[in-house]
Every structure is written in C-alpha cells, then in structure tokens.
Nanobody, 125 residues
Framework: QVQLVESGGGLVQAGDSLRLSCTAS?????????????MGWFRQAPGKERELVSS?????????YADSVKGRFTISRERPPKSTIFLQMNSLKPEDTAVYYC????????????WGQGTQVTVSS
C-alpha cells in the first residue's frame, strides 16, 4: 500500500500564494518498495470533474502543467530517495478553489493509482 500525506491547503485571498506538499511512503502488496514513475497534483472543484493540474516525472524530472495554471504554479520534488513533492501556487484566483489531491503513478501501473486524502484550497475574491 502506498500512503500519501498532503499538507498546505487553506483559505487565502486572490493574488496570494500557497505551497502544498505531499509525501509518499509504503510498499507494494508483495512487500517490495515501489518504484515511482511520476507524482502529480489533481484538483476537483464542486460540480466539476477531477483534473490534472501538474505532474513531475521521477526519472528526468520533466513537468506538466495545465494551461490554467501555467506561469503561476510550480511543481518540484525533493532529491531521491525522498518521495516528496511540492506545488507552489502563486497569483491564486478564485477559480483555483478546489480540493487538491496528490497522486502517485507507480512504475508498471497504467496510471495514477494511489491518492492522498485531499487538501482544501479556497481563494476568496
């Protein structure tokens, strides 16, 4: 089981910044350490589908950003062997309000298959 612990959400005003963090730990069902392919941040606003906000590949460190957050959000990670990522969110907008989830895409998996509990980000206008 892979466990993900998120922190850093909160209530801020438009234009403010927040930094989310997420640490992954655990082992596979067979008891072996899992290998990371990527970690990502998703968000889900009320009445909307969950969307991928940003992700980072574990090998090489390439990143992805949704168009809506490009230039405002930055994803980063701690150096291995730590499995911690951050999402620096600047110039926050009310439309960034959502529950933000950290997720892991393990090597060999078809996609993101481990999720954190979510952290609420609320941006007031």
């Amino acid at each position: 089981q892979v466990q993900l612990v998120e922190s850093g959400g909160g209530l801020v005003q438009a234009g403010d910044s927040l930094r989310l963090s997420c640490t992954a730990s655990g082992r596979t069902a067979s008891g072996r350490p899992f290998s990371m392919y990527a970690m990502g941040w998703f968000r889900q606003a009320p009445g909307k589908e969950r969307e991928l906000v940003s992700s980072i590949r574990w090998s090489g460190g390439s990143t992805y950003y949704a168009d809506s957050v490009k230039g405002r959000f930055t994803i980063s990670r701690e150096r291995p062997p730590k499995s911690t990522i951050f999402l620096q969110m600047n110039s926050l907008k009310p439309e960034d309000t959502a529950v933000y989830y950290c997720a892991v895409h393990r090597v060999g998996a078809s996609g993101y298959d481990s999720w954190g509990q979510g952290t609420q980000v609320t941006v007031s206008s």
